[in-house]
């Protein structure tokens, strides 16, 4: 059959908007303008009279076919028209009694969002409120067909094939067509239909979409037919025989103001035109959808957009910006036409100070998109373009991350559709200068006059950088303030005058301000103060104005009185948590809190408290990292505030019902310097809280896997033994489970890993691993399989095994032991022979053979692949077939028999050292060859496990032997 092959976005909604499932109306044409907007959607009527019944607004209208987060869900279908036949041409159908392509999906079905799920996931009894909000709704329609009279789901089963359907949603999608003069097309359905056909005239010389089917309304099956023919009696062309033009109003019997009276739509042979479908389903309980048509069209190109750089950096002082990037792009290969193709895109608007503001925090830009404009086009041929977005620095630390939307538009003429992304977001980090802080380390005591200055009589401040700091050095500035309701200390009197200025070392990042108090003459003047500030400037930022870090203080006591008491620290409990479910989300009802709080003067900026827990045992008590998230011990008080939370976030256990005994966490002070607590017994030292369990079910059983045995790959022929064959083990802890229990897995390829290919060098796993009751546990055998020998030595091959999870049985967390499992199958290594230093002579005599050089000498070299982990050796034999030369008259070998392998190399050398004979004779062969061993094989495959040294005669009678031995091997003759 010749197939039509359209994609459509279909979006889902509540069952409570405002649009849908209101009262049944006779149809409601004239519901959108004739004209289809410049985002290729329909616009609302809102001049129509009377006013739609079953459309509440603009606002809820401008929701049916744009994606509106929270209101509706979409996805996309196919629709398939054929003929019926195998070649193009005659009418295409599309027919569907029940139309509910979205049926388990996105909202889901009518019952499930109607009424409250129970602990299985079926709907009971109870509305939910989606499904109150509806009854609301509906008991104020007139027709009592459509109130709300059904209270059980079962209920709203369709009447005829007794399913539960998902009714709410819309559907759009377009095309284009080549017109041939004698096409029609056929729609028959409920609810609203919206036909229009672009490339018309509209007026003021500009060209769009024109409506030709209107079926607007909540209503029963309706059927338009549209005659596109050239020989319909109404066409009003001046040559019908090419053109065809029918008016809106008076032909087509469209429902339209004066203003669009004169609107025609206008077609000519062989032009193409583009083709825009909407349809909505707005109320139960059936929907019909058919299509038949004789226009050949053909699905539009779809675009859809993609942050393939999401995150921007502003530049710095120091750095250049970094810039980010979206991807505008044709979807399932498709190409631009020639001359390109131009896309419509938008700045989404964004709540403030979220939004990035264009040519003030960011700029954009693209190889082929003129500047300011709201379109970028994809060249020619090309599937993609790419949209940068290049930082600013707006000189603003303060403003946090912001974001720049870019969502596409519809082209006002057509030529694509939007796909599955028409959005999303570039995020710009806004370049942050360090934070400066300032902190007391020390007060410091006034010295009395004539005493010797020690470190007691210094107070320090102490300033410190966080973040980057892209300055080697970095000066910081402060001054002295006054505290309101402190006596302050004099500059120059009380103690050494301050700079003003600190510089802080990138490699420390913290100095320190040394408050040196001098001895006065005023007697007894008590506890004075010393506090400074910091001062803003370019390289670094402050904390807000009266945040912790942005001024602190110091006391200069006299030595007469003695140190002001340090605050009294209390605790309380103030809320009691609630245990979890297991895998239930934690909300607050599962934290309990207890609050720290200070009393009487604090004078620094943050005090740290620290507590413990403690067992009474006159309660049950919870465990802490089994019941409750463990505790830190200290909580850090803030001056401005006066008191601080520690929060107690119970955890789920497996212990059952514990509700009776309750469990309880009892903190208790820990006395420090910097503060006081209350006499022990006394309220405020330690306080209490619950944790409330509820029933947990038993835990399912956990399986979990393990390597046993790696293999060997077997040789070519060899028989298939236990080394062959790796193990895999698949335990069941905890519970012991009743009858068999099938555990699945999976084999996977972890990165890293070099895997040995399914099939080819093992065989196949079947997936399942039965396990029985009594040993609660079961192998999985990986039978390995031969290929080439040696051919992977190198890399040995692994297998690695995931456990799935199933209701049968639980499985660790990934990247928990027992989840993962691997083996590993390795191929025997491989020994190679080589003569590298082929040529050798034979000496004069026995003095010259006793000095001979190693670079004189014949020279073997054995490579072994892999390298062996220890030192191995390699077994060799004399080539006698072939033997010219004769141990030990005319040369040794070294070492003899076997050679050994250095595990760091990989290699062994065995050296050839010449005789001298004192004969004239031919030159003379050493030809060695590999064995098998122990641990390896000679590549039997290749040339290199012969080999030969030539010994040269110093008075050859032939320099060149020409009738050599059988299996003799031939090389050149050095020159």
């Not at 109130?147 to 999608?173: C, Q």
């Not at 239930?584 to 709080?597: K, N, R, Y």
């Amino acid at each position: 059959m010749a197939i039509i092959q359209l994609t459509a976005k279909v979006r889902d909604f509540r069952a409570d908007h405002p649009d849908f499932e209101n009262k049944r109306t006779p149809l409601e044409t004239g519901l959108v303008l004739p004209i289809l907007g410049e985002d290729n959607k329909p616009v609302f009527n809102e001049g129509r009279s009377p006013r739609s019944h079953t459309i509440t607004s603009k606002n809820t209208f401008d929701q049916w076919f744009r994606s509106v987060p929270g209101v509706n869900a979409e996805t996309e279908i196919p629709l398939e028209l054929d003929n019926g036949v195998g070649q193009p041409g005659g009418n295409y159908r599309y027919h569907r009694e029940s139309f509910f392509p979205i049926d388990d999906r996105l909202f889901g079905n009518l019952d499930k969002e109607l009424f409250l799920l129970d602990q299985n996931g079926m709907p009971g009894n109870t509305l939910s409120p989606i499904g109150e909000r509806l009854r609301a709704k509906k008991n104020q329609n007139s027709n009592p067909d459509d109130r709300f009279n059904l209270t059980t789901p079962g209920a709203y089963r369709h009447p005829d094939d007794g399913k539960f359907h998902n009714y709410h949603f819309t559907l759009e999608t377009s095309a284009k067509f080549t017109y041939q003069g004698t096409e029609e097309f056929v729609f028959e359905g409920d609810d609203d239909l919206w036909v229009f056909i672009g490339n018309q005239s509209i007026g003021g010389g500009r060209t769009g979409a024109l409506l030709a089917i209107d079926i607007g309304g909540v209503h029963g099956k309706e059927r338009r037919k549209l005659d596109l023919r050239l020989n319909n009696p109404q066409n009003q062309a001046a040559d019908p025989s090419r053109h065809l033009k029918l008016n809106l109003r008076q032909h087509l019997g469209l429902n339209l103001s004066d203003a669009y009276a004169p609107l025609n739509l206008e077609l000519t042979v062989g032009e193409t035109y583009e083709f825009f479908f909407f349809f909505a389903e707005r109320h139960t309980h059936r929907c019909t959808f058919r299509i038949e048509t004789s226009l050949l069209l053909k699905p539009l190109p779809r675009v859809r957009i993609e942050a393939t750089q999401p995150n921007a950096v502003e530049p710095t002082p120091y750095a250049a910006a970094v810039p980010g990037q979206f991807r505008i792009s044709l979807v399932d290969g498709a190409t631009a036409p020639a001359g390109g193709l131009w896309v419509r895109y938008r700045l989404k608007d964004l709540p403030a100070p979220r939004m990035a503001i264009a040519h003030q925090d960011f700029v954009l830009s693209s190889p082929a998109m003129p500047p300011s404009s709201d379109r970028v086009l994809i060249p020619a041929g090309q599937t993609s373009v790419l949209l940068t977005v290049t930082p600013l620095d707006d000189n603003n630390p303060d403003e946090g991350r912001e974001e720049v939307c870019v969502e596409l538009l519809g082209y006002e003429n057509g030529g694509y559709q939007l796909g599955d992304r028409t959005e999303d977001t570039v995020f710009i980090a806004n370049y942050a200068p360090p934070l400066a802080t300032v902190q007391k380390l020390r007060d410091a005591v006034e010295p009395r006059p004539g005493e010797t200055m020690t470190e007691t009589h210094v107070g320090l401040f102490e300033i410190s950088l966080a973040g980057d700091l892209p300055l080697e050095n970095t000066p910081v500035r402060y001054r002295v303030i006054e505290t309101p309701g402190l006596p302050a200390a004099t500059p120059g009197s009380d103690y050494e005058p301050l700079s003003g200025t600190v510089t802080i070392n990138r490699a420390t990042r913290t100095a320190q301000i040394r408050v040196v108090a001098r001895a006065d003459v005023a007697g007894n003047e008590g506890v004075e103060y010393v506090s400074i500030e910091l001062l803003p400037q370019v390289d670094y930022r402050l904390p807000a104005v009266g945040a912790a870090g942005r001024s602190a203080m110091l006391s200069i006591t006299d030595p007469a009185l003695p140190p002001p008491p340090p605050p009294l620290v209390r605790i309380y409990a103030v809320r009691e948590a609630l245990e979890p479910r297991p895998s239930e989300a934690l909300t607050e009802f599962h934290v309990g809190l207890f609050e720290v709080s200070l009393e009487g003067p604090i004078l620094q900026d943050q005090t740290t408290v620290r507590y413990r827990v403690v067992m009474p045992a006159d309660v049950r008590n919870a465990t802490p990292g089994q019941d409750y998230e463990p505790l830190s011990g200290v909580v850090t008080v803030n001056r401005a505030a006066g008191n601080a939370q520690i929060r107690v976030v119970a955890r789920a256990d497996v212990a059952g019902d514990e509700v009776n005994p309750q469990e309880h966490v009892v903190l208790e002070l820990v006395p420090d310097v910097t503060y006081r607590l209350p006499a022990v017994g006394e309220p405020g030292r330690s306080a209490r809280i619950r944790i409330l369990d509820r029933p947990v079910p038993p835990p399912l059983p956990i399986a979990r896997i393990r390597t046993l045995r790696n293999a060997r790959e077997p040789l070519p022929g060899e028989a298939i033994a236990e080394r062959h064959t790796a193990l895999f083990e698949v335990s069941l802890e905890d519970v012991a489970p009743q009858g068999q229990t099938t555990v699945r897995y999976r084999v996977i390829t972890p990165p890293g890993l070099h895997h040995a290919t399914f099939g080819q060098d093992y065989d196949p796993l079947s997936g399942v691993v039965q396990i029985d009751p009594s040993s609660r546990k079961a192998h999985i055998p990986v039978f390995a399989r031969a290929d080439v020998p040696g051919d992977e030595a190198a890399t040995p091959e692994h297998v690695v095994l995931e456990l799935l999870p199933d209701a049968a049985y639980r499985v660790p967390n990934p990247g928990e032991p027992g989840r993962t499992a691997a083996i590993v199958i390795t191929d025997m290594p491989i020994a190679t022979l080589q003569a590298t230093q082929r040529w050798t002579k034979e000496p004069k005599d026995a003095q010259a053979q006793r000095t001979m050089r190693p670079a004189d000498k014949g020279k073997f070299v054995v490579t072994m692949r892999p390298k062996p982990p220890a030192p191995m050796f390699v077994n060799y034999v004399v080539n006698r077939n072939a033997r010219k030369a004769a141990q030990p008259r005319d040369y040794t070998l070294d070492p003899p028999q076997r050679v050994r392998i250095d595990p760091q190399t990989g290699q062994g050398i065995i050296w050839v050292t010449p005789h001298a004979d004192n004969q004239d004779e031919d030159n003379e062969r050493v030809v060695l060859q590999l064995r098998p061993g122990d641990g390896y094989l000679p590549h039997w495959e290749l040339p290199q496990i012969t080999d030969v040294v030539v010994i040269q005669d110093t008075r050859p009678r032939n320099p060149v032997d020409s009738n050599p031995d059988p299996g003799d091997i031939f090389f050149p003759q050095p020159t």
